[in-house]
C-alpha cells in the first residue's frame, strides 16, 4: 500500500479539500450538528477505506441521504434516537454483504452508470457556480433540484449578481486558473508539480487573500463566505461535540424503518458509486462489491456509536481521488486522517478557506466527469446507449440521483430486452492437457449486460500463464458492456501473462490489441454492436 505514497499523499490532499465542506453542507442540509458530517467523513475515510477491497473508492456522508436523514431526525424526535438507526442500518448492511448482495453492482448497464458520472459532474458544476460568485444561500453538498431556500437549480443562477461578493469572485477566479494552469502546463513539466498539487496551492492563495483583504470594504470575505468548521475551545468541548445513540429507542418500529431505508439507499449508492470508480480507474481494478457491502455496514455501526451521519461510497471524492492520480486505499486513509488532525490542531485555520476557492476545486472535478466530448462518443455507439444515458442524465439534474438512475435504468431495460432473447448465456470448458492451462469461453447468440457479473467473475479469477480461447462464431448480438469489460481485461491479461485467442466468422486473431476497435470495424452481418 505504501509503494505509491508519492502519488496518494497529493491525491488525499486534494480529496481533504474537497470532503471537508461536502461534509459540512451535507449535515448542514441534514439538519444534523455539523460535526457529524465531519465524523462520518474521517471514519468513511480511515475505517471504511481499511476494510474496503476498493483501491480507489472514497466513503463519507452523501448528499442523495441528506432529505432521509432531515425527515427522520423529525419522525424520530431527536438525533440520538435517529443514530439508533444508523447502526441498525449497518448491521443491516453487514447480513447484505454475507448473503453476496453486492451482485447487484454488476447489473446497472455502462450506458446508465456514464449518465450516472455525467450527470454528478453537471450537478456539480451547476451547484458550484452561485457559491463561485459568493452566493452561498445552499450549503455545500446538495445535489437536489428544488433547493431549501424555495429556488431550483436553474433559478438560483439567475439571483447570482443579486448576491455577488466580489472578494470571493475574484479569489475563486485566481484558484481556478491557478488549478488549470497547474493542471494543463506546470504538472507537464516537472515531477514536483505531481507532487504539490494546484488545489492545494489554490487553498493556500485563499487562505492569504482573506488575511490580506480584511480591511478592504471592496474584497473583503464575511466569515458567511467561508468554511465553518466547529472551534472547540478546549478537550472536553472536543469531546462535547461527539453524540451516543438513545437505545432505548430500538423498540420503536419507526427507527426499523429508518434503519432499513438507510440500509438499503446507502448500500445502492455504494454499488452505483463502485461501479463507476471502477470505470474511472486507470488501472482498472475490479472491487469486490460483497466485501464493500461490509466495510460500509462496519462503517456505519461506528458512525452511528460516534454519533456521525451515514455513509456511503461518493463519487465525488472517489472521482477527485481518481483525477488527482491516487493508486491505492492509503490515498482515502489519508484523507480522513487529514480531516481528523486538521478538526483538531487548526479548526481556525480552516475557517479562513472561501468557499469560492473550493468550489473552483469542484468546478474543476465536475468538468472531467462531465466533458463535452462524452455525449458524442455516447451518441456515436448508437440509440440503444445514448438513450439510457441521456434520461439518466436529465433524470439526475432535475431530480435527483436515485431517480435519475431509475429512470435510466428502466429504460436500459427496455432497450435490451426489444434487442435480446432470454439465452443469453456462455460456457465456459477447461483444458489441462500437455501441462498447460486451457480455457475455451463460448459466448452465446445474445450477450446482453445482463451476462456482466459472470463474464467478470470468469475473466478476473483467470490464473496467470493461461491460454483464454474466446468463441464468438455463433455471437450475433454483442452488447457494448461485454466489449468495455474485455477491452479492461487486455490491460490485466498482459499482467498475468494471459494468451488470448479470439475465433469469429472473421478468422482468428491472436492476442487482439483492441477489442473495442476490433468490434468497431466487423461487418455488421457478424456482430451487432449496442
Known amino acids: 500500500m505504501f509503494k505509491h505514497l508519492k502519488n496518494d499523499l497529493p491525491a488525499s490532499i486534494v480529496v481533504f479539500f474537497v470532503a471537508l465542506p461536502l461534509c459540512l453542507g451535507i449535515a448542514l442540509a441534514s439538519g444534523a450538528p455539523l460535526f457529524s458530517g465531519v465524523i462520518a467523513g474521517i471514519i468513511g475515510g480511515v475505517i471504511v477505506g481499511s476494510l474496503s477491497g476498493s483501491k480507489l473508492g472514497v466513503s463519507g456522508p452523501a448528499a442523495g441521504l441528506a432529505a432521509i436523514v432531515l425527515t427522520a ?85 439567475f439571483h447570482i449578481f443579486d448576491h455577488l461578493i466580489l472578494g470571493s469572485f475574484v479569489i475563486g477566479a485566481l484558484g481556478l486558473v491557478v488549478i488549470l494552469f497547474w493542471d494543463i502546463i506546470l504538472s507537464k513539466k516537472a515531477k514536483f508539480f505531481t507532487v504539490i498539487q494546484g488545489p492545494f496551492i489554490a487553498v493556500v492563495l485563499g487562505i492569504i487573500f482573506y488575511l490580506l483583504t480584511g480591511s478592504n470594504e471592496s474584497l473583503a470575505i464575511s466569515t458567511s463566505h467561508l468554511v465553518s468548521v466547529p472551534i472547540p475551545d478546549d478537550i472536553n468541548s472536543f469531546l462535547g461535540q461527539f453524540s451516543f445513540p438513545n437505545f432505548a429507542a430500538i423498540t420503536n418500529p419507526e427507527v426499523w424503518i429508518v434503519a432499513f431505508t438507510i440500509a438499503l439507499v446507502a448500500s445502492l449508492e455504494t454499488l452505483l458509486s463502485v461501479e463507476a470508480c471502477d470505470k474511472l480507474d486507470p488501472d482498472k481494478n475490479v472491487t469486490p462489491t460483497n466485501r464493500e457491502l461490509l466495510a460500509q455496514g462496519a462503517g456505519n455501526i461506528v458512525s452511528g456509536l460516534v454519533g456521525g451521519l451515514p455513509i456511503t461510497q461518493v463519487i465525488v471524492r472517489s472521482s477527485a481521488n481518481v483525477q488527482s ?135 478476473d479469477s483467470l490464473p496467470k500463464d493461461t491460454i483464454l480461447e474466446i468463441n464468438l462464431i455463433n455471437t450475433r448480438y454483442l452488447d457494448n458492456d461485454i466489449i468495455e469489460i474485455l477491452e479492461d481485461f487486455l490491460f490485466k491479461a498482459k499482467e498475468k501473462n494471459i494468451d488470448i485467442k479470439l475465433i469469429s466468422k472473421r478468422g482468428i486473431v491472436e492476442n487482439p490489441e483492441s477489442f473495442i476497435h476490433f468490434f468497431n470495424v466487423r461487418p455488421k452481418s457478424d456482430i451487432s454492436l449496442s
Do not use: R
Open 325 to 459: 492520480g491516487g493508486k491505492s486505499k492509503l490515498s482515502t486513509i489519508l484523507h480522513g486522517l487529514l480531516l481528523l488532525i486538521s478538526v483538531i490542531l487548526i479548526p481556525t485555520l480552516l475557517n479562513k478557506i472561501p468557499l469560492s476557492v473550493l468550489a473552483a476545486i469542484l468546478l474543476v472535478v465536475g468538468y472531467k466527469l462531465a466533458k463535452p466530448k462524452l455525449f458524442k462518443q455516447m451518441y456515436q455507439l448508437g440509440w440503444k446507449q445514448f438513450v439510457p444515458f441521456i434520461v439518466t442524465v436529465v433524470g439526475i439534474v432535475f431530480t435527483d440521483l436515485l431517480v435519475g438512475i431509475g429512470l435510466g435504468l428502466g429504460v436500459g431495460i427496455i432497450v435490451i430486452l426489444l434487442k435480446s432473447y432470454q439465452n443469453s448465456h456462455f460456457l465456459h470448458i477447461e483444458d489441462n492437457s500437455d501441462g498447460k492451462h486451457k480455457i475455451k469461453m463460448t459466448l452465446a447468440e445474445e450477450v446482453t449486460f445482463f451476462n456482466k457479473g459472470a463474464i467478470l467473475k470468469e475473466l
Open 73 to 157: 431526525i423529525g419522525t424520530l424526535g431527536s438525533y440520538e434516537n435517529f443514530l439508533v438507526a444508523v447502526v441498525l442500518a449497518g448491521i443491516i448492511q453487514l447480513i447484505f454483504g454475507v448473503l453476496k448482495a453486492g451482485v447487484i453492482g454488476y447489473y446497472f448497464p455502462s450506458s446508465v452508470i456514464k449518465g450516472m458520472l455525467t450527470g454528478i459532474g453537471i450537478i456539480i458544476i451547476l451547484k458550484q457556480i452561485p457559491h463561485f460568485f459568493g452566493y452561498d444561500a445552499e450549503p455545500e453538498g446538495a445535489d437536489s433540484f428544488i433547493e431549501a431556500s424555495g429556488e431550483n437549480t436553474f433559478s438560483s443562477l
